[in-house]
């Protein structure tokens, strides 16, 4: 079992940047691909970034492209999702997600689910 804990959401203009952070409470997330989800009010939850377990394999869903970066921090056993010209559809509640598998291709099962932070994007 691994816990995951998020931080660094809030309320940003349209244009501005922000970056938020998971941390994982075991030294197995090392080994864990790792993602980011977001969930828009009254929409579906839907992957926005991939990460293996080394960090050298990334994939981005095409609507943050060229804007978000996903890293981590195996050390700190920390996720990062660093956001760049925000935008209002942007907003949404943001889950980092664990998979058991190192890998992120094929698209592996996530397993472990942090409880979100609110990421809000004014116009």
């Known amino acids: 079992q691994v816990h995951l804990v998020e931080s660094g959401g809030g309320l940003v203009q349209a244009g501005a940047s922000l970056r938020v952070s998971c941390v994982g409470s075991r030294a197995s997330f090392t080994r864990y691909a790792m993602a980011w989800f977001r969930q828009p009010p009254g929409k579906e939850r839907e992957s926005v970034a991939l990460i293996d377990w080394s960090g050298d394999d990334t994939d981005y869903a095409d609507p943050v492209k060229g804007r978000f970066t996903i890293s981590r921090d195996n050390a700190k056993k920390t996720l990062y999702l660093e956001m760049n010209s925000l935008k209002p559809e942007d907003t949404a509640v943001y889950f980092c997600?664990?998979?058991?598998?190192?890998?992120?291709?094929?698209?592996?099962?996530?397993?472990?689910w942090g409880q979100g932070t609110q990421v809000t994007v004014s116009s």
């Open positions: 997600a664990a998979s058991r598998s190192p890998a992120i291709r094929p698209v592996p099962k996530y397993d472990f």
